[in-house]
């Protein structure tokens, strides 16, 4: 199954596409766009154009394991 993978960030998306065994993951170009709504659009559109079968999000954590802003904005972002 081919797996996007999203790193999102407030000025810049990191992308990454597995292959369809799941073994290797390539970078994908990233996204530079500040706007919620147009970086979604522009995930949605790779998803397409790689025919991705399913996206994870990564969600970023605190070094004491606890969620900080960063992860609420991801976790907004995801849903």
Do not use: C, F, W
Request: glycine share 6%; charged share 25%; no cysteine.
């Amino acid at each position: 199954m081919k797996i996007l993978a999203v790193d999102y960030g407030d000025a810049r998306t990191g992308l990454a596409i597995s292959d369809a065994s799941e073994l290797l993951a390539t970078p994908l170009p990233q996204i530079e766009e500040k706007s919620m709504n147009k970086a979604v659009a522009a995930i949605l559109e790779a998803a397409r154009a790689q025919k991705a079968e399913m996206i994870v999000v990564g969600l970023p954590r605190n070094m004491d394991g606890t969620e900080g802003s960063r992860a609420q904005k991801t976790r907004k972002m995801a849903a």
